[in-house]
């Protein structure tokens, strides 16, 4: 198991909970991209890192006529899913979504398996995003579409990040240092640099046809929100290795930088990149 994989198996609860329904609607965009290939015929859909099922159950809902299956490193994010499934489809919509245990640059399926194949936000994650879209267009049929979302790179602050990292200086808490390998946000080492970079490697993995364009996702927190999202989350690792004083510190100081702020620097803007292209 990766290093990756094993850190979302212990943040399950905390992403289903903080970090699904900030990606949720940019997540969900990528439907649109689907619909000519569904209204085409596309019957049996490929979720790559379904993470808590987000999409795949979105899209079960939105077409009743496709089968679904969704793959994912993470076994604590495949139970999400199949959690989150049980919980929000009917009986009859469960039936058909289907969750598997694998890696995105080595799944357990034949090749020309899927009709089309879709991902939000993990490409970036990926130790290398040239062999996961070959992998993805391994397993689509002949002139089967894949379309993904994803981070753009961006040098942009989010100021209540820079609040806590003021924290952990107050305190002396040294924080983890980040390599980008198992990062979700903008700014790292994962992410696609440019629009036309996600076009130029989707076209290099010998898909066609391609289309790759830039929105931005936004969310708005609270302070509880953020402090919440920061501690059984993003900064889990952390927050949840200090003895209890400490960490009380932490969640105070926190919480009355955050409140000294204007409401919208609490806006998380970050750059996305959609792209699509069908296999050659």
Request: glycine fraction near 8%; include cysteine.
């Amino acid at each position: 198991m990766t290093e990756t994989a094993a850190r979302y198996d212990r943040i399950a609860a905390g992403y289903a909970r903080w970090w699904a329904p900030v990606l949720a609607p940019r997540a969900t965009a990528l439907l649109d991209w689907l619909e000519p290939a569904v209204a085409g015929g596309a019957r049996r859909l490929l979720d790559i890192g379904t993470g808590g099922g987000t999409l795949a159950i979105a899209a079960i809902r939105r077409w009743p006529s496709v089968q679904i299956v969704g793959i994912d490193a993470s076994s604590g994010m495949a139970e999400l899913a199949e959690a989150e499934a049980d919980r929000l489809l009917s009986p009859a919509d469960r039936a058909r979504f289907e969750v598997r245990v694998g890696f995105a640059d080595e799944m357990p399926f034949e090749p020309g398996a899927f009709d089309t194949a879709m991902s939000s936000f993990v490409f970036q994650l990926v130790p290398n995003r040239a062999r996961a879209l070959r992998e993805a267009r391994r397993v689509v049929r002949s002139g089967g579409l894949l379309a993904y979302v994803t981070w753009l790179r961006d040098s942009r602050v989010f100021q209540p990040d820079v609040e806590f990292d003021a924290v952990l200086d107050e305190l002396g808490v040294e924080g983890f240092d980040d390599d980008g390998d198992d990062a979700d946000c903008g700014g790292r080492r994962g992410d696609v640099p440019s629009v036309e970079a996600a076009a130029a490697q989707l076209r290099r993995a010998g898909f066609r046809d391609v289309r790759a364009e830039a929105a931005t996702l936004e969310h708005a927190f609270d302070v509880e929100d953020y402090v919440r999202f920061m501690a059984e989350f993003d900064e889990e690792d952390l927050v949840s290795g200090l003895e209890d004083d400490l960490r009380r510190q932490l969640i105070d100081r926190l919480r009355s930088r955050l409140s000294a702020l204007p409401r919208d620097s609490l806006v998380l803007k970050l750059p996305v990149v959609a792209a699509a292209g069908r296999r050659g």
